[in-house]
């Protein structure tokens, strides 16, 4: 069974940093694209990141971009983002998603539960 | 970046027939894939690749796309279906990725 489980979440003042995790198990990570998607309370889905299955290409929205580094081990199936200089309006849930990337076709077939960062003083 | 449009309510009687639609101009390149999610949980793929169904996906959900419009049917909702539903593509550059809005679907 594909499992995905972020963490690191939490609450972070203005300016501050936090660095998110996703284990997965189930699937052979190294094959996959993975992405991080966010939901603000109340509001729709919005794309924030998504990286190759080596880890060679990285693509970010343009909210986040220069702020949000995201990368991944494939020797332990793991999927991080570090968030810099945060603010109010990266409150959201963040689930990361594994991502199908290839030609025509994009689409996240899994997710994880999502974990909350809250951006507040 | 394009912009992906949705309706942001729509109802259908139980048993009836709903179209979903999704209007971008990236749909003349790139697929278009939809998930639904349920207040306090994660989205679900139900449609991928413009028609295709992930396993365990009922039949009743389909999708379908024509020019820079695309379509979620759902055919005979129930009860279950109510949840909010996003349309998803890239956009015309293909190194960013868009969601629509989202239309909350009330089955009456």
């Known amino acids: 069974e594909v499992q995905l489980l972020e963490s690191g979440g939490g609450l972070v003042q203005p300016g501050g940093s936090l660095r998110l995790s996703c284990a997965t198990s189930?699937?052979?990570?190294?094959?996959?694209?993975m992405s991080w998607v966010r939901q603000a309370p109340g509001k729709g889905l919005e794309w924030v990141s998504t990286i190759s299955d080596s880890g060679g290409r990285t693509y970010y929205a343009d909210s986040v971009k220069g702020r949000f580094t995201m990368s991944r081990d494939n020797s332990k199936n793991t999927l991080n983002v570090q968030m810099n200089s945060l603010r109010a309006e990266d409150t959201a849930v963040y689930y990361c998603a594994r991502t199908s990337w290839s030609g025509f076709y994009n689409y996240f077939d899994k997710w994880g539960q999502g974990t909350l960062v809250t951006v507040s003083s | 970046s394009s912009e992906l449009t949705q309706d942001p309510a729509v109802s259908v009687a139980l048993g009836q027939t709903v179209r979903i639609t999704c209007q971008g101009d990236s749909f003349r390149r790139y697929h278009v894939s939809w998930y639904q999610q349920k207040p306090g949980q994660a989205p679900v793929l139900v449609i991928y690749g413009k028609t295709n169904r992930p396993l365990g996906i009922p039949d009743r959900f389909s999708g379908s796309s024509s020019g820079d419009i695309a379509s979620l049917t759902i055919t005979g909702a129930q009860a279950e279906d109510e949840a909010d539903y996003y349309c998803?593509?890239?956009?015309?550059?293909?190194?960013?990725?868009?969601f629509g809005g989202g239309t909350k679907l009330t089955v009456l």
């Open positions: 189930g699937f052979i990570f190294s094959t996959y694209a």
């Open positions: 998803h593509s890239r956009d015309s550059s293909g190194d960013h990725v868009v």
